[in-house]
Structures are given as structure tokens and as C-alpha cells.
């Protein structure tokens, strides 16, 4: 970790170049699309009350363009979503910037589906898919990156009144949209505001008088004299109770060779501004872990232990708690509540060098018993002799925070997990819980994007009165869903 006052901060690590207006704070929106609070934020594009399901393929091939990629739509229903046996239960639908409507040229290389985000932008009542190809170029740009927005309505997903977005000032391998993220941060338009990451930092968009107009840019490397990262995820979540979302851009530090993970807290009822720098990871989420009323922040952090100056080991996750006070009362060098490991007693699972415990990490409630809880990627893990095979650790959530009683663990040698552990499937590189049935409790989406030889694979597990269980869990690929399957790295991205 980095040691540092942050008392000596005398401005945001982000530089915020132009503001957003505020109004009063807004009423409680829970369950609609557009609500501030972690589980508030439904999925739904059909405005039916069932999560939907947003999934990006972006080593697709799309119009015969092998990387050029695509996303899938999986809608829920009273029984769930998703196919069994390679048949679709329910309504599905792919999208593509060769589907009609859809801005953009599927080019080899474009990515589009290598991160996605829903959020309410236009205040309708359905949520918006928010899609991003950071490999796109502009004109001679080389990977500058673009982001699509294609909008919800009666009937679902639709290309209709979609829009694009980019950098005002595209840079070669700035990769606009590395990371997407969609949340009400502010008040001056009824709609949730968009934040878009780069390598250098993220832009703001809100929709406004029919259209999403830039209404700032977070620099989060070029301010000189402070601790500067480079963004690898973004997540929002209302962790002091105000009404409005706050935004989390987590990602590497660029002092100290790159060894430490940071995390800036931007926003407050005053809209989208630094709070102040804290200890995080590659991986975000947001929550009510002991159900208080005030969302949670847990990071995963894969590759090391809270001192980044230790060798290598088999990955952490940190727990921030909120608070009226939002996360002021974290300790000024910004230390976790918590910290897991494998090592921790109770957690499923030895600490070994590369298992990636962190790689993924996704809240919600799993058992309805109004607390979240926490799924844990671990994708490097070994089972028995087979390396890399990878692993699913769950937490549950209590009134005291993350708790190992009652963890879980799976990976493809559980019994009713379909497929056998093979060398290298990294099982968990991407988890996500769902609600896709409306029952209160959240189904778990496991994601090997590198099964069967790039093609990628996704299994649901079913919810319980207990929590997780593998009975009756099932799992499809791109192709089950008819789109392209090949090599489509299918479940790198699916929407939280």
C-alpha cells in the first residue's frame, strides 16, 4: 500500500473540469430503474420487474469479423431466465454494430462487449444498455475507443434512438470504455448519469434535452504532485445515504512501478467531486452487506496481499463499510473493515501463489435474508492437480459485515456442476448474482470467457432458502443464444 497523508491533498486526484447542477436530493426509487442505491439498480429493459441479463462477447465475429464482437440479452421472467440443454426458455436477442440501428462499422479488433453497464438515462422507466468497443478506432486513431448506448422500452432492447459516444480528444490506445459505469450522481436531469473510464481517467455524460452531452472529464494520471492511477473498473453505490450515487474508479497505481492498487471515492449531494483516495483493487462492487441502509464497497485485489511490498500470493478482497458519514471514518491511509483471504479462517481454499482470489467479485442477496452477499472469482485455483482450472468462494453478509459462516465453494468438479475442471478454463474469471426470477434471492452467473478454446462459457447456479446450490444449474456459450460461438471469449463482461 501506498503510505501517504492525505491531508496533503489539496485537490482531487481527479481533476473535475466542469461541473454538473444540483437540485434537491431525490425520493427513494427502489426497485425502478434509475434508484441511487446498489439494489436499487435492477437490469431490467423490458420495465417488467425481472433482472435481465447483459452479456458481452467481445472476440465475437460479427458480419465475418472475427474480435469485431457482440452482446447477448437474456430476459428474465417468473421462472428465470437463460436455456437448458442448448434451448432458450425465455426471450433472447444479440446485438452488434452490424445490427441495424447500432452506430458503428464492426470492425476485426473493435472489442465491442468487452465492458457493459445498464442505468435509467433517459428517466423512462427502462433501463439502457450501456456498451463499450474501447478497441474501436477513430479515422487513423488506433484503439481510441467507443461506447454505444442503445435504449430499453416495452418490448425490451431496442437499436432505435441509440447513441455513440467518445473521447473529445481520441488518443491512440487510450481505450475509451475500458470500464462503464451508470448511476444518478447528480441532480440536474432526472436520468442516470454515465461514467466512461480511459487510461487516463473518465468522462461524464448526462441526457439532456434528448441527447447525452459531456458534462465533465476525471484525469486521474496527469494531475502533477499527487498519487495518480490508471482505471481498471468502476463501480457507483450510496454509501452515506444522500440520495445520490457515488462513483468508485479503482485501478492501478502509476507510483511506485505499479505495485499498489488505489481507489477515489468521487461524489456527495454536491455532485460528482473527490472525496478522498482509499486501498483497492482490479475489481469493484457495491452492496448492503449488513443491512443498515447504507451500501458497502468491496474490491478484489488478485495478485497480492495489503502490503504491496510482500511477494505474490493467492489475491485479497477488502470490505469498506458506509455510513451517514459515508466512508469518513475510514483511517487516513484508507484501511479496509476488512480483508479476506484464502488464509482467512473459515473461507474455503488455501492461499497459493496466482490463484486470483479478487479477480471478480459481485453483491447481492443470495438467501433473502436482506443481507448481501458476496460472490468471490478465484480462476487460478487449482483443483486437486488440475492448474488453473478455477474456482467460486461465497460469503455471506451479516450485521457485523462479510462472514465465512456458511461459505461456499464450487468449481466445475462440484457435483451438479456441468463439464469436468480442465487445465486453464479459469471458471470464475467473471461472477455476477442476478435476480432474473424476481424472488428475492439472486442466482449466480459463473463465467469462463477462455472455455473451450476461447469460446467462452457461462453456467447459472440456482438460488435457495440456503444460499447458493448446484442442483440444477446449467450452462450455454454464445452459440445457444444464436450468435456466433467461435472464439467469442463469450461472458467477458456480464452487467452487475
Known amino acids: 500500500m501506498t503510505n501517504r497523508r492525505l491531508s496533503a491533498v489539496a485537490a482531487a486526484s481527479f481533476l473535475l473540469l466542469s461541473g454538473i447542477g444540483i437540485t434537491a436530493a431525490p425520493a427513494a426509487l427502489a426497485g425502478t430503474p434509475g434508484g441511487t442505491y446498489a439494489d436499487d439498480r435492477n437490469c431490467d429493459f423490458d420495465g417488467d420487474g425481472y433482472d435481465d441479463v447483459l452479456t458481452g462477447a467481445p472476440g465475437g465475429s460479427d458480419g465475418g469479423k472475427q474480435g469485431a464482437g457482440y452482446v447477448t440479452v ?3 421472467s417468473a421462472s428465470g431466465m437463460g436455456t437448458a440443454a442448448g434451448i432458450p426458455r425465455v426471450r433472447t436477442a444479440v446485438f452488434a454494430q452490424s445490427t441495424p440501428g447500432v452506430p458503428g462499422t464492426a470492425e476485426a479488433g473493435d472489442g465491442f462487449g468487452t465492458a457493459v453497464a445498464t442505468g435509467d438515462v433517459d428517466a423512462d422507466g427502462y433501463d439502457d444498455a450501456i456498451i463499450a468497443a474501447p478497441g474501436e478506432d477513430e479515422g487513423q486513431v488506433t484503439d481510441a475507443g467507443r461506447v454505444a448506448v442503445l435504449h430499453g422500452s416495452k418490448d425490451g432492447l431496442t437499436a432505435a434512438r441509440s447513441a455513440t459516444l467518445r473521447s473529445a480528444a481520441p488518443e491512440a490506445n487510450a481505450r475509451f470504455g475500458l470500464a462503464v459505469a451508470a448511476a444518478r450522481l447528480g441532480g440536474a436531469t ?10 487516463g ?3 461524464l455524460f448526462t441526457y439532456d434535452a ?3 452531452r459531456a458534462t465533465g472529464r476525471l484525469d486521474t494520471a496527469g494531475v502533477p504532485g499527487r498519487e ?34 488505489s481507489a477515489v471515492v468521487m461524489g456527495g449531494a454536491d455532485g460528482p467531486v473527490y472525496a478522498r483516495d482509499l486501498a483497492g483493487g482490479t475489481a469493484t462492487a457495491s452492496g448492503d452487506i449488513d443491512n443498515d441502509g447504507y451500501d458497502d464497497l468491496v474490491y478484489g485485489r488478485p495478485d497480492r496481499p495489503e502490503d504491496g511490498n510482500e511477494p505474490l500470493t493467492g489475491g485479497s478482497v477488502g470490505v469498506y463499510l458506509g455510513s451517514a458519514r459515508g466512508m469518513a471514518d475510514v483511517d487516513e491511509l484508507g484501511t479496509p473493515a476488512q480483508v479476506w483471504t484464502q488464509d482467512t479462517a473459515g473461507v474455503p481454499g488455501t492461499a497459493e501463489l496466482g490463484d486470483g482470489f479478487g479477480a471478480d467479485v459481485s453483491l447481492a442477496d443470495i438467501d433473502g435474508d436482506g443481507h448481501a452477499d458476496l460472490a468471490v472469482g478465484v480462476p487460478g485455483e487449482d483443483v486437486g492437480t488440475v492448474a488453473d482450472a478455477g474456482g467460486i468462494r461465497l460469503l455471506r453478509g451479516s450485521a457485523a459485515g462479510l462472514t465465512a459462516a456458511g461459505a461456499k465453494s464450487f468449481d466445475q468438479n462440484s457435483a451438479g456442476v456441468p463439464g469436468t475442471a480442465e487445465k486453464g478454463d479459469r471458471w470464475g474469471g467473471q461472477v455476477r448474482l442476478a435476480d432474473t426470477d424476481a424472488d428475492g434471492r439472486s442466482e449466480l452467473l459463473a463465467a469462463a470467457p477462455g472455455e473451450n478454446t476461447s469460446d467462452g462459457v457461462v453456467w447459472w447456479l440456482p438460488a435457495s432458502a440456503t444460499g447458493t446450490v448446484s442442483t440444477g444449474s446449467w450452462s450455454y456459450g454464445g452459440g445457444s443464444l444464436g450468435a456466433s460461438g467461435a472464439d467469442a471469449l463469450f461472458g467477458t463482461s456480464i452487467d452487475e
Not at 432526472?190 to 487510461?199: I, N, S
Request: proline share 4%.
Open 74 to 76: 437474456q430476459y428474465g
Open 190 to 199: 432526472p436520468g442516470d448519469d454515465l461514467a466512461v473510464a480511459d487510461r
Open 201 to 203: 481517467g473518465a468522462d
Open 210 to 212: 434528448g441527447s447525452l
Open 228 to 261: 495518480s492511477i490508471r482505471p481498471a473498473s468502476l463501480t457507483t453505490g450510496n454509501y452515506d445515504g444522500d440520495g445520490y450515487a457515488d462513483l468508485i474508479v479503482s485501478g492501478r497505481s502509476l507510483e511506485e512501478d505499479g505495485r499498489a492498487w
